[in-house]
């Protein structure tokens, strides 16, 4: 059980809070915001029928008014599902008190009363004071109860309802037990923290390295029809049709700084002229790679992409020209958007693109991902072995003696795959599937908290999109007499948390059973906001939704 907690352990939270939130009303205030109820010409006279029991308008509307709903803006109203949250609520009070009934436990007239008298009364399973001390005082009782549209005699009716409700939430409140050792392990488990070193091998840094051949791709095509077809018909819709005019391009970049001199910028276009001979009689990506391989020379290949008019971050008189081009031309080396450019264009195209059309752009952009897929895992798996031989277990070293994090890491080339940077996550417990700064990953975080001083290495794994390696820099375990202090109140909040997981679990699934048999009615006149409109996602009676969404 506490496992599933666990998991779940945010959102029980967050909701066991906004329960609580929704019976903390300031009554010095008046239903007034524009988050209050009804829409226009709302003249429901039933909100829901529960098992033949009937829940009024009227009722709706006190409940509404009690719980604070009022004081919601009209969009965070809905985004909270404020309106549909009261009337779950008031469906659970329904079948709780129902239940009541069945196992013969009434509320007598007398016991509400003796239950205002301490000055208190009951909301959705929250106590609350109706006046600002503790204690009855009949005048604050009287104006408390009116100003929200009852009469003593209904409000006393209302809290015999809560009551009996309250009946059953304490008897299945009284079968849960949570144990020492399971809010021990719990507590361990939630404050066990780790600080990670970590390389990080994208696999797009790698794209620019794969030039499959023109018989590679067909190859591919041949052998991935149907996988290609799938990927044409699911694309199709925003990628082939209707297109305005588009050029396929490869870019050839220098990149310039902000300070860069009149003298930096005739060096950058001039490292460039070369490339533009050599395009005629190689293609240009095989003719950039002694370039592009060597960092200090700033300069970058961008694989053939189609881009359309504004879209090729060349500049605006670059650009123009790019567009204007035959297929097959040269156009540069000349400056452009923060940097010296070379442009290859390849072909055009515009309009509907049928699936032969496209076939081997596909398949050029699937071989080259898988491609690029493996060199970068191969990358990261070479690291990892050089990382394992540099750094003995128990040794003084770390990942960032081996892959220091200074200096800058090429964007794009060979040598940007041969000189990673380690990453420190810094301490950071347990988030269901996230790994503080690298990303979510179901087997890394699984993982990281099995590693220690012995096997302090995991990896490679792929986490969105890259390859990456951690060491494990340094384990925090929590510390005996740190639980000692807190074991009073973890027990207390397990088995407040526990408590609330199985009443609500009870309450859904009795729900279930009572909509199943079309005995749940609900007047959707009821859930129209002020606006006129219903909230963002169709109410359905007995659907277990978080209030914030999560």
């Known amino acids: 059980m506490l496992e599933q907690m666990r998991k779940h352990s945010r959102s029980l939270l967050i909701y066991l809070l906004f329960a609580i939130i929704i019976v903390v009303f300031v009554v010095s205030f008046g239903p007034q915001s524009v988050g209050g109820f009804g829409g226009p010409g709302n003249t429901a006279e039933y909100a829901v029928k529960v098992g033949g029991k009937e829940v009024t308008a009227q009722e709706y509307r006190q409940a509404f008014l009690l719980a604070g709903g009022d004081r919601f803006e009209l969009d965070q109203a809905k985004r909270n599902r404020v309106r549909e949250v009261v009337l779950d609520r008031l469906i659970d009070r329904e079948v709780f008190a129902q239940k009541a009934n069945q196992l013969g436990l009434s509320v007598s007239v007398e016991e509400a009363e003796d239950f205002v008298a301490q000055g208190k009364f009951l909301l959705f399973g929250g106590a609350k004071q109706f006046s600002g001390e503790a204690g009855f005082n009949y005048d604050d009782f009287t104006r408390f109860v009116r100003y929200y549209g009852f009469t003593p005699a209904s409000f006393l009716q209302m809290q015999q309802r809560e009551l009996q409700a309250e009946r ?137 992409a189609w881009r359309r008019e504004g879209a090729a971050n060349l500049g605006e008189a670059l650009s123009t020209k790019v567009m204007a081009a035959e297929d097959g031309a040269l156009v540069g080396p000349e400056l452009g958007e923060g940097a010296a450019y070379l442009v290859k264009v390849l072909a055009t195209r515009e309009g509907d693109l049928a699936f032969d059309q496209v076939r081997l752009e596909l398949a050029e952009e699937a071989l080259r991902r898988t491609q690029a897929q493996a060199k970068a895992q191969a990358a990261a798996e070479a690291a990892l072995t ?34 990673p940077r380690a990453e420190e996550t810094g301490l950071f417990s347990r988030d269901g599937i996230n790994v503080e700064g690298i990303g979510r990953s179901a087997e890394l975080s699984k993982a990281v908290w099995t590693l220690n001083k012995e096997q302090p290495f995991h990896g490679p794994v792929d986490v969105a999109g890259a390859y990456v390696v951690v060491y494990l820099k340094e384990r925090k375990d929590p510390d005996q007499a740190e639980f000692d202090k807190a074991k009073e109140g973890e027990m207390q909040m397990a088995g407040a948390v526990k408590g609330y997981q199985v009443i609500n679990e009870w309450a859904h699934k009795q729900c279930r059973k009572i909509d199943e048999s079309n005995r749940i009615e609900v007047n959707e006149e009821i859930l129209v906001y002020p606006d006129g409109n219903k909230g963002l996602i169709p109410y359905k009676p007995c659907t277990p939704v978080s209030p914030f969404g999560i």
């Open 386 to 419: 050089k990382a394992k031989q540099a750094v003995a277990p128990g040794s003084e070293k770390s990942l960032k003696d081996v892959f220091p994090s200074t200096g800058e890491l090429p964007a794009s080339g060979a040598a940007a795959g041969q000189t």
């Open 168 to 304: 059953v939430r304490n008897f299945l409140k009284e079968g849960v037990a949570v144990s020492p050792a399971e809010v021990k392990a719990e507590w361990e488990h939630r404050n066990t923290q780790v600080n990670l070193e970590y390389l990080r091998f994208p696999v797009s840094r790698y794209e620019a390295e794969v030039i499959p051949t023109e018989e590679e791709i067909a190859a591919y095509a041949t052998a991935n029809e149907e996988a290609l077809k799938a990927s044409y018909e699911k694309d199709k819709a925003f990628r082939f049709s209707k297109l305005p005019k588009e050029r396929k391009l490869e870019v050839v970049r220098v990149e310039l700084t902000s300070e860069a001199t009149e003298a930096d910028k005739a060096a950058a276009v001039a490292k460039l002229q070369p490339l533009a001979t050599a395009a005629d009689k190689q293609p240009l990506a095989m003719a950039a790679k002694r370039l592009t391989n060597d960092p200090k020379s700033g300069a970058s290949f961008a694989p053939a």
